[in-house]
Nanobody, 123 residues
Framework: QVQLVESGGGLVQAGGSLRLSCAAS????????MGWFRQSSGKEREFVARITLTGGSTYYADSVKGRFTISRDNAKNTVYLQMNSLKPEDTAVYYC????????????????WGQGTQVTVSS
């Protein structure tokens, strides 16, 4: 089992920044990658970004490329999502996800999920 705890969400004005954190605990020794997804009201869960734990290869959704940065601290088993130039359409619950094997942008490729943290961007 792997437990994921997100933090850092909140309310911010358009153009502002937030940094999300996701701390992993439990049987994390076989981690391939961690990622961030988001889900807004009435919509399906949407891929945001992913980073591999070995090598640090990153992958972003087109909608956030150039504005969001995913990073990791392997010693702390923590992944971060730095979000800059936020827009009202970024408003959503953001979920951290953990993958044992190869993973990309599909939710089904991830094995464990956090509870989510709300991000609200006001116009």
């Amino acid at each position: 089992q792997v437990q994921l705890v997100e933090s850092g969400g909140g309310l911010v004005q358009a153009g502002g920044s937030l940094r999300l954190s996701c701390a992993a605990s439990g049987r994390t020794f076989s981690t391939y990658a961690m990622g961030w997804f988001r889900q807004s009201s009435g919509k399906e869960r949407e891929f945001v970004a992913r980073i591999t734990l070995t090598g640090g290869s990153t992958y972003y959704a087109d909608s956030v490329k150039g504005r969001f940065t995913i990073s990791r601290d392997n010693a702390k088993n923590t992944v971060y999502l730095q979000m800059n130039s936020l827009k009202p359409e970024d408003t959503a619950v953001y979920y951290c996800a953990w993958a044992r094997g190869f993973s990309g942008s599909e939710p089904r490729e991830y094995d464990y999920w956090g509870q989510g943290t709300q991000v609200t961007v006001s116009s």
